[in-house]
């Protein structure tokens, strides 16, 4: 059957049924998920620049990559944690799985402890290393210490999501979601605008609303089949199970947080533009969301396809699963690129009402989005080949080509056009490069465990 029902959760056994209503339908609520996720930054950035100035919303914008390169050591660890969760949900062995659980508890405790007391100490040092302009240095590190009181909230609703979408259930982790997003655009609207709280009301509202869906996943995980329950007197380091979330998943993580630094880098370059530049590409990254996302969705619940069928040894469905992730995030990115490209004004005077900055992001957005639809390759095969459980490869891949060639080809155009435009074209040029490398690992087949036991005995 496809589906496992019990009386106080619903998942889905991906390893049967139709894997394009499968894929499908668990892709569409992480996509409305994600959505809602991103509302809380996106509100965020709608009622500073709406309502403080551009300067605060350029705050908010040189400040994200600090926050996303803390947040990436867990989104990579997730990796390792939803591809063994996966696996041991679809042979049925629950008691393994409630030690992935427990272990995963003690883990995002002690982890986001850590990371919160980093971010606080070390947020003025970063953005000068970034070369945040003077008048809005003040603005970002009020920001990022307030935001970063929310992350052990952030960690436990995607850690605890990731153990939900490995098992199937997708549907949770977006209704838990959209109760967060409508709390944080309230409490934006009380902080900000009628508080009027500023910057750190912007922030307190990310806090308050992270932690409510974040309570929501905890209690979920906590009401779960008996089997595999969370219970907090079960919290534990399991040092042998550790070490094997650590192996999938901290190649995820590296390659998660060298990519962010590699964007740093490029960040550190736009800073150095002026602040209508700043603006711009913090507006820019918001839109792009609307392409983005959908695709991110599709990567999600191929991976977890994968992860689940590649467990029982269903390499040929494996395959299939990639396959229609491509088709439809190639469609499905077609039609959000029009969209994006025709209302492209519009969308991003959401953000602000600076003309010079409108133009700005509109010119971005026409030179990188026309080559997104290499991004669905990018993002299915990578996720295709982490959900196999071969994360090195896929990091060392993506490493080479959106850090190191990034890097260079950014020093090559800062160096003959430093513009905002100029810098747009990192991203097209980078994605080709990865693009060919992870489509010549994919189809050579070495992320496939039968076809490499096999190889000894033949």
């Known amino acids: 059957m496809a589906q496992t029902v019990t009386a106080k959760q619903t998942v889905r056994n991906m390893t049967e049924g139709s894997p394009v209503s499968l894929i499908l339908r668990f892709a569409l609520p992480i996509f409305i998920s994600q959505v809602f996720q991103q509302l809380y930054s996106t509100v965020d950035l709608i009622f500073v620049g709406r309502v403080l100035g551009k300067d605060a919303a350029a705050a908010v914008g040189a400040s994200s990559f600090i926050i996303i390169i803390i947040l990436g050591f867990f989104i990579g660890l997730s ?3 939803g591809v063994i969760a996966a696996r041991e949900f679809a042979r049925g062995e629950f008691e393994n799985l409630s030690r992935v659980v427990h272990c995963t508890a003690g883990l995002t405790i002690i982890f986001s402890i850590v990371f919160t007391i980093l971010g606080i100490i070390f947020a003025p040092t970063v953005l000068e290393l970034m070369n945040t302009p003077p008048e809005i240095m003040h603005w970002g590190i009020v920001y990022i210490r307030l935001f ?7 960690v ?4 605890g999501s990731g153990i939900l979408r490995a098992l199937g259930n997708s549907l949770s982790p977006m209704i838990y979601q959209l109760i967060g997003g409508i709390a944080n655009v309230i409490g934006n609207f009380l902080f900000v605008y009628y508080w009027n709280f500023g910057i750190s009301g912007s922030a307190m509202a990310t806090v308050v609303s992270q932690t409510l869906a974040a309570g ?5 995980l906590y009401n779960m089949d008996a089997r595999y329950c ?9 040092l042998p199970l550790a070490r094997e979330i650590f192996r999938i998943g901290i190649p995820a993580a590296i390659q998660t947080i060298v990519i962010t630094l590699s964007n740093i880098v490029v960040q550190t370059n736009i800073n150095g533009l002026g602040v209508n530049s700043i603006a711009a590409y913090a507006a820019y990254f918001k839109v792009e ?4 996302l959908p695709i991110m969705a599709l990567g999600q619940a191929c991976s977890t396809f994968i992860s689940q069928n590649v467990g029982v040894g269903k390499i040929m469905r494996s395959k299939r699963g990639t396959a229609i992730s491509i088709y439809f995030g190639l469609a499905v990115t077609a039609v959000s690129i029009s969209l994006v490209l025709f209302f492209a004004d519009f969308a991003f005077g959401l953000f602000t009402d600076d003309a010079d900055v409108i133009a700005i992001g509109s010119s971005i957005a026409f030179v990188i989005m026309p080559f997104y639809f290499l991004y669905v390759f990018l993002e299915v095969l990578a996720s295709s080949i982490r959900g196999s459980g071969s994360t090195l490869p896929a990091m060392f891949i993506i490493l080479v080509n959106m850090c190191v060639i990034r890097i260079g ?3 090559l155009i800062m160096y003959f056009n430093p513009t905002a435009d ?3 074209w990192v991203y097209p040029i980078t994605w080709v490069f990865t693009v060919a490398c992870l489509y010549w690992y994919y189809r050579s087949e070495r992320w496939n465990p039968v076809k490499v036991l096999a190889k000894p005995a033949v």
Request: charged share 15%; aromatic share 14%.
């Open 79 to 81: 990796v390792g944690i």
């Open 148 to 154: 970063m009181l929310s992350l052990f909230s952030i």
């Open 156 to 159: 436990s609703y995607n850690v």
């Open 216 to 220: 929501l996943v905890i209690y979920h």
């Open 230 to 238: 969370l219970r907090f007197k079960k919290i534990t380091l399991d």
């Open 289 to 292: 969301n609307v392409i983005y």
């Open 409 to 411: 080809v950014l020093k």
């Open 422 to 424: 100029g810098v747009a």
